[in-house]
């Protein structure tokens, strides 16, 4: 039975009302939908030559590009977030003070510090300095830089949560910390943390659309020129909508089929795979 330590488990009545008013809820939000559709509908909104121009080429080239864009952000701020986001939690769990403290001041400061103004740094403080960078990097670099000090903070948390014993039983084994680290920590700890680290990368994907800032090109602000170009705003945005939730969908579904096989109890080839390097340590003696 799962155990629960913020509240107790509801009784039959009680479900029974959460039943209702999940009903009640589902309702009113389906009148709302069809309240607004109906809406649309009498502005001309829905009309079938509104959303056929996304049937064209041109059209489906122009957002599957910013699509491109978008993703290549995404992508290449969390292929170097997260190996960083490592480096820097264990740079704050460090024993040496120094490093330690300047670790914990890059999370505390960039935690704290809205994206939107790093961002800025680099649009208009780097070029007074002298310093020119392109959009592209303007966005991804400010998206590095925050994501990490989120990461490691994550990262520190999922450290700190592992069994004590871990590190015990590899220190006995005559391992160095930077072995243990290396070895057993940080694998454990990634594979616990891999739902919310992909959950964390949904937000980096949607923290991209920040990119009009500084004139790059991705979805959300390509679907504001081509709305703007062909006067056809909502459908546009509904369309990029539906983009950005099938990617959200697919990063959660992903992040929940993680979960799952974590929780899974192993089977009995893992168990077997795990105990050989005991009996070979055991036989080696």
Do not use: C
């Not at 309240?35 to 079938?48: I, M, P, S, Y």
């Not at 030559?49 to 952000?73: I, K, N, Y």
């Amino acid at each position: 039975m799962a155990e629960t330590f913020l509240f107790d488990a509801p009784g039959p009545r009680a479900r029974r009302r959460i039943r209702a008013a999940t009903a009640v809820t589902v309702l009113v939000l389906a009148g709302a939908l069809v309240v607004v559709l109906a809406n649309l509908g009498t502005r001309g909104q829905l009309d079938a030559d509104r959303w056929a121009v996304f049937t064209e080429w041109p059209v489906q080239r122009f957002l599957l590009r910013a699509l491109g864009s978008t993703l290549m952000a995404a992508a290449v701020a969390g292929a170097v977030s997260f190996p960083l986001a490592v480096l820097v939690a264990l740079a704050r769990l460090s024993a040496y003070a120094p490093l330690s403290r300047v670790a914990t001041a890059y999370v505390e400061l960039f935690r704290a510090i809205p994206l939107l103004l790093v961002i800025y740094v680099f649009l208009l403080g780097l070029p007074v300095a002298g310093v020119q960078v392109p959009p592209f990097w303007q966005l991804t670099l400010s998206l590095i830089i925050h994501n990490t000090a989120v990461l490691a903070e994550i990262v520190r948390a999922g450290i700190l949560a592992l069994d004590r014993g871990q590190v015990e039983a590899a220190q006995a084994l005559g391992m160095t910390r930077a072995q243990t680290m290396a070895s057993v920590v940080i694998p454990q700890v990634l594979r616990a943390l891999a739902p919310a680290l992909l959950s964390q990368l949904v937000a980096l994907l949607k923290d991209t659309t920040l990119g009009y800032v500084v004139s790059y090109p991705e979805l959300l602000d390509s679907a504001k020129v081509l709305g703007e170009y062909t006067s056809n705003l909502l459908p546009t945005y509904l369309t990029v909508a539906a983009l950005y939730v099938a990617l959200n969908l697919l990063l959660s579904w992903l992040a929940r089929v993680l979960e799952r096989r974590r929780r899974a109890p192993p089977t009995i080839e893992e168990e077997d795979q795990e105990e050989l390097p005991h009996a070979e340590r055991a036989g080696a003696r």
